[in-house]
């Protein structure tokens, strides 16, 4: 079974720093790719950045980078520069093909990080 | 270009009731999902669809089924409405179902059951 965790439920990181979001996963397949999503207080999911498992460079986003560390099965998001207006939920999910079975599974998300960000 | 949208945005059902969410997109995605989330969680699959006329389980599929007739909507319907399914329903599309694409999803539709 699949697994995403997100050892981090909330945290307070003043406006200007840089700040690394925490996401660790577990899977048996050699084939998958990881996500990183922004949930604002109005609630959509606003996609942010993507890094498949046969990458080996770390994925950028303008200010958006992925610390993606195969061996440890981690995958950190890291803000530069933070704003106020990163104030949200992050989720970080996985995918994979079909570990279920049938393919074309959806994604599986951990329970999120509340990132605050004070000026 | 509107994206993956939702209908309704808010509703309110009383135990018992039935009630269908719509889902409509319009970017000519083969894959579409159902997920809720529920406070201090992450979203949990549903059922998802590989194409019109396809639907398959996820992970919490009891209560709920779907229907996938026109490629570009996807039906998630509630037959009995229990307390336990307050939540926040989103529904999310895909290119491609390999690991490589991202979902994109609608804005959400909240229920809350009575």
């Given at each position: 079974a699949q697994k995403i965790t997100q050892t981090q439920p909330g945290m307070f990181v003043q406006e200007k720093e840089a700040v690394t979001l925490d996401c660790t996963y577990d899977t048996s397949d050699q084939s998958y790719g990881l996500f990183w999503y922004k949930q604002p207080s109005s609630g959509e999911m606003i996609f942010l950045i993507y890094q498949g498992s046969y990458d080996e460079q770390n994925a950028t986003e303008g200010r958006y980078s992925l610390n993606f560390q195969k061996a440890r099965k981690s995958a950190n998001l890291v803000i530069s520069a933070s704003q106020l207006g990163d104030s949200a939920m992050y989720f970080c999910a996985m995918r994979d093909p079909g570990w279920r079975g049938g393919g074309a599974d959806g994604l599986t998300f951990g329970k999120g990080t509340h990132l605050i960000i004070q000026p | 270009n509107a994206g993956v949208t939702q209908t309704p945005k808010f509703r309110v059902l009383k135990t018992g009731q039935s009630m269908t969410l719509l889902c409509a997109q319009d970017m000519n995605h083969e894959y579409m999902y159902w997920y809720r989330q529920d406070p201090g969680m992450g979203l949990r699959l549903i059922h998802y669809s590989v194409g019109e006329g396809t639907t398959a389980k996820g992970e919490v599929p009891d209560g709920y089924n779907v229907s996938r007739l026109k490629k570009q909507n996807?039906?998630?319907?509630?037959?009995?409405?229990?307390?336990?399914?307050?939540?926040?329903?989103?529904?999310a599309s895909s290119y491609s179902g390999t690991p490589y694409y991202e979902q994109y999803f609608g804005p959400g539709t909240r229920l809350t059951v009575t």
């Open positions: - | 996807f039906l998630l319907g509630l037959e009995s409405a229990a307390p336990s399914q307050t939540s926040v329903y989103f529904c």
